[in-house]
């Protein structure tokens, strides 16, 4: 079984997001990036499933769209336990662009099953992973919260509203993962940091896509008003506040 | 002249940072308030691969520059010193003593289990009456023909009940002085070798420091590093190292402290503002900002100089000398911006600042590394 994980290059999510003086534009100068929070989880449950069944899962490859600026990010994935990267050159662009691309590059690829983390920390598109299973032909399950491997068959769990539901699939499929897919996530070690100079990182060219929307501008959120402290004692000045200031009651 | 990092060398700060602000942070005050020794953390650091990072691959080690070992010992430091000491003791004066002057055969039976981190290193210098005065080594090594025969105390040995492995160094010769010191690697459970009670420490509670006996203790032969004599020499070299690591100790206890000023200086409000706004903080703070880069680079030097094979012993010396005084100024510092809370265990800066006073102690007092930098001067111009 071969698993791709689909790794998408964000910003550290302590960052504070500015814009360019137009509102046109993200500026992302002195930023640091980082593997989005949910695929570094979907990249740490492949690890420990290839650990846990070495018979069964052979490889783990990663994948992202974006500039050669992304190739850090992509050596960490090797350094926490991938075997190899691929990078699309593709730099920019919307959820369709995105999947597009890497349905571009691992079209016609063994890959049995392919994790993409339910969103990705900088834009929130939610859609990739959906777009991806669609663009390949492949089944799909959404907000997996936990997965397993038993023979050929893919067993996940998926939250839903007030509980869980158990699922068994098979390959090829992509997964779209959540918070649970693993607890923490993994740390590279200096063996797997030396290891990663010699795995290989392969660039693919980017094909032609058109994205499916253009981006107008953007909007910083208000500035947090200053928070106004109330006596505990004085229960009748917060009611009157809450009604007249906040005017939630 | 190139400041910037390496992207490997970025990694390991990060993944130091990582297990840091993840994994250590959660139980550092339990473990700071009634001394328990961070087992699990020193396991996982041992699997991740800090315990031998310096090590070459060859004998298990993580095969990594001193550069990087000074960014993932400040990201350790910034959160629990007790647990960096270990990972200080053993990678830059135990496994770095044994890679580097050690016979094959020390390194395959001794280093490679280190580096592994399946056993810990301590190194045994001071004694009761020889602390910085390392060349009035009361403890002896009798040579006895096929063996060695040690006897007398070793204190203040950080690792002194967990190690699997000592070097302890001792007098073979007195009538040569220092030039009759030889240092040994001694199997921690030897017959005749017992460890005195913990000691109950002001800071860095949770490492786990003792005083050790040999009664009587037979140590092969094999077992010596170097030449007959060489363990003085030894020491001093090894040492020079060891202040890479203690200096960036200290580095990252100031950093450590400072980040926690920072962050606290902007939520708490005085007199109708953050109290950051007040120029009697920032103006502390600017101060505490520019020593850390001071010490940082002065690490960084070290480092730098010990990975491209050039003399480093003054440039250690100055960084462990001064990171260590200013890990005393900034931390205090970070106490009085807390003000009260500064004074709880809740806030971190309290045992940040008694774990700084250690640093201008051990590994050669701040005064020792005076000697060693006038000395140099002195010479010199």
Known sequence: MNILVCISNVPDTTTRIKYSADMKAVDYSGVQWIINPWDELALTRAIELKEAHPALVQKITVITAGGADADPTLRKALACGADDAIRVDAAGGDSLFTATQLAHAVKGEPFDVILCGIESSDYNGSAVGGMLAELLDYNSVSAVSSLNLDGNSIKVTREIDGGKQSIETSAPVVLIVQKGIAINPRIPSMRGIMTARTKPLKVVAATAAAPGSKVVGYQAPPQKSACKMIDPENIDELVHLLHTEARVI | ?381
């Open chain 2, 1 to 381: 002249m190139n400041f910037e990092f390496s992207e490997e060398q970025l990694m390991i700060q990060q993944a130091a940072r990582d297990y840091a602000q993840r994994e250590l942070i959660k139980d550092v005050i339990e473990r700071d308030t009634h001394a328990i020794y961070p087992t699990e953390h020193v396991k996982a650091l041992s699997e991740l691969g800090f315990m031998g990072m310096l090590v070459d691959p060859e004998y298990d080690g993580g095969g990594m520059d001193t550069v990087s070992y000074v960014l993932a010992m400040e990201e350790i430091s910034k959160v629990d010193s007790s647990v960096s000491v270990i990972m200080s003791v053993n990678n830059s004066l135990v496994c770095y003593g044994i890679e580097k002057f050690g016979t094959e055969a020390q390194k395959e039976k001794f280093l490679k289990p280190l580096a592994r981190g399946e056993k810990i290193g301590a190194f045994l210098l001071s004694e009761p009456e020889a602390g910085s005065d390392a060349t009035s080594q009361r403890t002896t090594a009798e040579d006895k023909g096929d063996y060695y025969l040690l006897n007398g105390t070793k204190n203040w040995i950080t690792n002194g009940n967990t190690a699997g492995t000592y070097l302890v160094i001792a007098q073979t010769h007195p009538e040569k002085g220092h030039k009759g010191i030889n240092v040994l690697i001694v199997d921690r459970h030897s017959p005749g070798i017992s460890v005195g009670p913990h000691e109950d420490k002001m800071g860095m509670r949770s490492s786990d420091t003792h005083s050790v006996m040999f009664n009587d203790v037979k140590v092969p032969k094999e077992n010596r590093i170097g030449e007959d004599g060489f363990g003085f020499k030894f020491a001093m070299k090894t040492l020079e190292g060891g202040r890479i690591g203690i200096a960036a100790q200290a580095l990252g206890i100031a950093s450590g402290a400072f980040e926690r000023a920072v962050k606290y200086s902007k939520e708490r409000k005085a007199f109708g503002t953050e109290i950051a706004n007040h120029q009697s903080v920032a103006f502390k703070l600017a101060d505490m900002a520019v020593k850390i880069e001071n010490a940082r680079n002065l690490c960084l030097k070290a480092a730098w100089l010990k990975d491209q094979g050039k003399p480093y012993g003054y440039a250690s010396a100055m960084a462990k000398y001064y990171a260590a005084e200013i890990a005393m100024e900034v931390t205090t510092e970070a106490v009085q911006i807390h003000g009260g809370y500064g004074y709880v265990k809740e806030y971190h800066v309290e045992r940040l600042m008694r774990e700084a006073k250690l640093t201008q102690i051990y590994e050669g007092t701040s005064e020792i590394q005076q000697i060693v930098i006038s000395r140099q001067v002195l010479n010199e111009f």
